[in-house]
């Protein structure tokens, strides 16, 4: 029997972790065809719902047993420290959605939402893989591949007018996610800090560069 390096099961695992991540992208899809009032009142019941079994599995022993069934393996090895009882990274992403669906207006949320989903997925990946030049608090090369990809979902995701400043902007926004997702490591989940940090540069620099424009999308619910 071929003995298989544990570093390679530990980035099986990661893939995975990634690529049910990348489910979360429905998020920002769906959100485009749906009022504020009604995501916020979706993501508000499942952000509720993931908050209550995610802590009931540490305070609940057999509520724990069956979660760790079907979900232990998904779990890094700080979602299961029972002391310091840590919210696994799904419920950071329903409770950051949620926050930011109430804080950003339409358009900046589809970026940095989508930006969180696509470019931390390919970073992490990345850098696990090819992670060589130490950068700040990862590597280079993930830190590279999340602004790199983040500046290709700006391409894509919706604008107000398609001004180039809009661009401009976004990629300004790529940028600072890139640091933050960087630095993020220990200090607060990604999956909150970096559709903050993009969202909020983002309604900064459309105030400061486009401060008449309405940031509002034409013919999708508000």
């Known amino acids: 029997m071929t ?17 049910i991540h990348l489910t979360s992208l429905s998020i ?6 749906i009022s ?18 995610d802590l009931g599995r540490y305070l609940h022993p ?6 760790y069934k079907f979900f232990g393996f998904l779990l890094r090895a700080h979602e299961l420290d029972h002391k310091k009882r840590n919210l696994n990274g799904a419920t950071y992403v329903l409770i950051s959605a949620l926050i930011s669906v109430l804080i950003f207006p339409k358009v900046i949320f589809i970026s940095a939402f989508s930006i969180l989903i696509i470019s931390d997925s390919l970073a992490a990946l990345v850098g696990r893989k090819f992670g060589k030049h130490k950068f700040l608090s990862k590597s280079l090369e993930g830190t590279l591949t999340f602004f790199v990809s983040a500046c290709i ?38 999956n909150l800090s970096i559709p903050l940090s993009v969202g ?6 459309y105030l400061a560069l486009l401060p008449n424009l309405e940031l509002t999308l034409s013919n999708v619910p508000r």
Request: proline share 2%; hydrophobic share 55%; charged share 20%.
């Open 3 to 19: 003995q298989i390096d544990n570093g390679t099961i530990q980035y099986k695992d990661e893939l995975f972790r990634k690529l």
């Open 200 to 205: 909020f540069t983002m309604w900064g620099l």
């Open 62 to 67: 057999e509520t724990g047993k069956i979660f």
């Open 153 to 190: 979902v700006i391409l894509f995701t919706p604008k107000v007018g398609g001004f180039s400043e809009e661009y401009l902007i976004g990629f300004i926004a790529a940028f600072v996610g890139a640091i933050v997702e960087n630095i993020s490591f220990k200090l607060v989940d990604d």
């Open 28 to 33: 920002p899809i769906i959100y485009y065809f």
């Open 36 to 53: 504020t009032e009604t995501a916020a009142l979706i993501l508000g019941i499942l952000a509720g719902l993931a908050l209550i079994i």
